[in-house]
């Protein structure tokens, strides 16, 4: 029997993953009227409703994948997490994507290459959401190859009888999802960095040019500015701990009769639910929605 916190976690995961399944289903719904009606989406959306499908399925897995695992479905449960780990790669793509068009869309730099994805980069949409499901679908194999290899180890092991052999077959375990997390999962975590700061760049190039001029259009680019910018910093601070908690939850095995398994557990959806608020509040269509209907 679970003790009192853990049992308080759990509650607190489930209300959680609910409340963020019902916003993002809210999202889906919205954007999904609007491509029924124009037959088309613009780029930022197509992004959005993306993010928005994933994390809708993602904690649907993470509650299944709980679900199983407290009634020791082992095989089901990887099986699970294998999907886990697609929908997650998926998602940290997709928010370096975002981050990516936020910057070329909204940064003043003068550089060709810039111009360039300026005018291309809604075109480049389609092809960036396939490039990360092409990722997703990667990760799901170094996942399944995992398993597999940890699997037979352990097999291994209890034919021989050896507990050195058992640290190895953990230790592997480890260090390999510590790879594959670097491979798959730090990789767009810099590109979205990379976007802030050349965004918060630009914006300070900005300021400093707008010194001595009446205000008029600039202004526009200056809210433009701001406003991507204070919704990315506050998205970057809950991303980064979604980050760190996944990179844990990757190397560190705990228990689920431990609280702390689900701490981290409440920690990774909670950031999802409040990156998910911000992507409303951002985001004029989703934002006018409820006042629409009421």
Known sequence: MPSTPTLIFIVIFFLV??????????????????????????????IVASLASSRFCLHGIAILNNFLASFDFCYQANFVGILWDFINTLILWLTAWLAIFYCVKISSFSHPV????????????PRLLLVSLIMGGLSAIISATGNIIANQMIISQGFHGNCTFGHMSLDFYRYYYLSHAVLMWFTPFFLFLVSIIFLMFSLYRHVEKMRGHRPGPWDLRTQAHTMALKSLTVFITFYIL?????????????????????????????SIFLNSIILVLSNPKLRKAPKMRF
Not at 19 to 45: C, H, K, T, Y
Not at 114 to 125: A, E, G, N
Not at 249 to 254: A, E, L, M, R
């Open 17 to 46: 993953s609910v409340a963020s399944m019902l916003q993002n289903g809210f999202m889906i719904i919205v954007l999904g009227r609007e491509w029924m009606r124009n037959r088309a989406l613009p780029a930022v959306d197509m």
């Open 114 to 125: 810039l111009f360039w994805l300026k005018w291309r980069i809604s075109q480049l949409v």
């Open 242 to 270: 979604f980050f760190l908690a996944l990179i844990i939850s990757s190397t560190k095995s705990k228990t689920m009769q431990s609280y702390w398994y689900w701490v981290r557990e409440i920690i990774i959806y909670t």
